[in-house]
């Protein structure tokens, strides 16, 4: 299986940058579409961006787009988000995920993936 481990997060202020990672240390990933997500206290888990396992094919939510860039590195076996102008609204756990279906597009659906890493916690004051 895919074990997925979250780095990067932490406090920073409104307009500020992150950059998270996402490692697995299981089974390689280079087939696999990924995505991130979050959650912000009470409420549901939300989409943020996918990649498709080739890294051709990108797709953000609304909210993040323009400012936050999904990209991945098979050779490291990891998947980045970073984020750039940050905002309060951005306060959340951030989750990567893995698509186990081979030569995916990834989903925007959290039941689209198989595996999830345990989350990382982003903190934008403002």
């Known amino acids: 299986q895919v074990q997925l481990v979250e780095s990067g997060g932490g406090l920073v202020q409104a307009g500020g940058s992150l950059r998270l990672s996402c490692a697995s240390s299981?089974?390689?990933?280079?087939?696999?579409?990924l995505g991130w997500f979050r959650r912000a206290p009470g409420k549901e888990r939300e989409f943020v961006a996918r990649i498709s396992w080739n890294g051709e094919s990108l797709y953000y939510a609304n909210s993040v787009k323009g400012r936050f860039t999904i990209s991945r590195d098979n050779a490291k076996n990891t998947v980045y988000l970073q984020m750039n102008s940050l905002k309060p609204e951005d306060t959340a756990v951030y989750y990567c995920?893995?698509?186990?279906?081979?030569?995916?597009?990834?989903?925007?659906?959290?039941?689209?993936?198989?595996?999830w890493g345990s989350g990382t916690q982003v903190t934008v004051s403002s």
């Open positions: 995920a893995c698509d186990e279906r081979l030569m995916g597009l990834g989903s925007m659906w959290p039941s689209a993936y198989d595996y």
């Open positions: 299981g089974r390689r990933i280079s087939l696999y579409a």
